[in-house]
């Protein structure tokens, strides 16, 4: 089975070529330009390299979220698009499980980190008994200091990966109580060999999408639906007061 | 016929999610538009996040259901053509990447649209016979332009606003009497009721620019009156306001039209954009072009407010003249009309 897998979920993008247990093909850059110039010119790169048919591919794995909401709409519409063109069917891979998936093997607790803004973090738990990932818990938006907490009274060994690292290091290194270390760089940020990787172990669930179907998943409302959402609630709450 | 030209195209940069197929330029064989309108209705106006969100959501649906419609497959496609600006840039980016991939995916060259580009063909749609040079007025909620189009693909900008587009006004002053998002068709209903030359709002000129409009001082215009019937306690009349206003808007953009075709000595005018549906503007423009000699162009009102069919007019004249996109085409949010 082949996977193309695409990841433009944060800072980095990322595409690669898995076919069962080869890795043909992974392109990752971690540079400023938009993920809207790089990441189709980058397929075609990989394309041509490894002289892919892009016919031959039978399932598209996309980083579907969390992450910055352009790049992951540029990532889905890249896939969708590919999808709609090929008549392919699409993956969809939980953006902090596709980082996780990067350290499959460990023994520690995994604990991606993404920079959420506000305050918050996204991140979850996971954990492997040899090749095989479990979540333990999943990827939400949390307050760095919560997870912190969670991961300490769970009294294991933990390994930090993330763009979220650069950003809260001294706090975790400040809270922290239990053994730890931060990924290299080699597996601390997004790599769609990940994804496609993980997206073979969903193909073969029966874990796909139509690519007319597939959104990305924010997990956070707009700025413009919480307000609403709050305003609503104001309403509702003086009218109570009232009656 | 295995000559024909078949365009697919895909617009995406504000709040309506399009797609259409146009066949060698002119007939438009599926035209199909998911609105938002009513969504962000709630918020008052377009709000650029949810708009990108419902872009994603509606977009393969879209695509697919115009190609369904035209009876046609993306393989009889001769290329893809998308907007790429100007417009919301996260709602751009959507039918770009979109596009792009498509494209890609498909093995078909893709044309890089100019949204206003593609207002302005939208006249070519229903006026078999229209071919540049003409004038060409370009108004929606988010451009006011006075075009003189030499070519295809040629463009001289003489006029644009200085600070709001025509239609933000509508909206504006829409919501200041009560009458809510979208303003333009509001307006235009309200305004049927009341009586056009009841107040005297200011026509304004903009001293270095003969052919450039500026909106903000009418709408302050109105809202200042506003609040002066309130403090004297008067009764306002929202229909007096909504026709008085409509006129004011609709006078300068014909002088400005009419004196830049004369003074160009073009014979031949056609408006395009979301406000160029508004009836009253219509015929003020139809008329005062009869006077001069000029003949007058104008696309139905589906045509006029944002859709597909248009970019892939505006793509075939393109993908004609020999213009293709990379695969790192980017969004432009301000992308100026005649840049690439």
Known sequence: ?243 | MCNDINILAIESSCDETAAAVIRNGREVRSNIISSQIALHTLYGGVVPEIASRKHIERINQTIEEALEEAGATLEEMDAIAVTYGPGLVGALLVGVAEAKAIAYGAKKPLVGVHHIEGHISANYIENKDLEPPFMCLVVSGGHTHLVNVKDYGTYEILGKTRDDAAGEAFDKVARAIGLGYPGGPKIEKKAKEGDPFAISFPRAKVADGPYDFSFSGLKSAVLNYINGCKMKNEEINDANIAASFQQAVSDVLVEHGIRAAKEHNVKKFAIAGGVAANATLREALKSACEKEGIRFYHPSPIFCTDNAAMIGVAGYYEYLAGTRSGWDLNAIPNLKLGER
């Open chain 1, 1 to 243: 089975m082949k996977i193309l897998g695409l990841d433009s979920s944060g800072l980095v993008a990322s595409v690669a070529v898995v076919e069962d247990d080869n890795l043909l093909a992974e392109y990752t850059i971690n540079y400023k330009k938009t993920h809207s110039q790089t990441l189709l010119p980058m397929l075609d790169e990989v394309a041509k390299m490894i002289e892919l048919d892009l016919n031959t591919v039978d399932y598209i794995a996309v980083a579907m979220g969390p992450g910055s909401f352009t790049g992951l709409r540029i990532g889905s519409a890249t896939a969708k698009g590919l999808g709609l063109a090929l008549k392919k069917e699409l993956i969809s891979i939980p953006t902090v499980d596709g980082l996780a998936y990067n350290m499959v093997g460990s023994r520690e607790l995994i604990c991606p980190i993404m920079d959420a803004r506000r305050n918050q973090v996204y991140t979850g738990l996971y954990e492997f008994c040899k090749d095989q990932m479990t979540v333990v818990k999943e990827q939400s938006p949390m307050d760095i200091l919560e997870i912190i907490r969670e991961i300490n009274e769970m009294n294991r060994d933990v390994v930090f990966l993330g763009d979220g690292v650069k950003v809260y290091k001294e706090i975790i290194e400040k809270e922290i109580k239990v053994p730890y270390y931060f990924a290299p760089a080699n597996m601390n940020k997004q790599r769609a060999a990940s994804v496609a990787s993980l997206g073979l172990c969903y193909a073969k669930e029966g874990k796909v999408e139509s690519a007319a179907m597939h959104r990305p998943e924010y997990l956070r409302m707009t700025q413009a639906e919480r307000e609403r959402k709050e305003r609503l609630k104001a309403q509702h709450d003086s009218e109570n007061a009232t009656l």
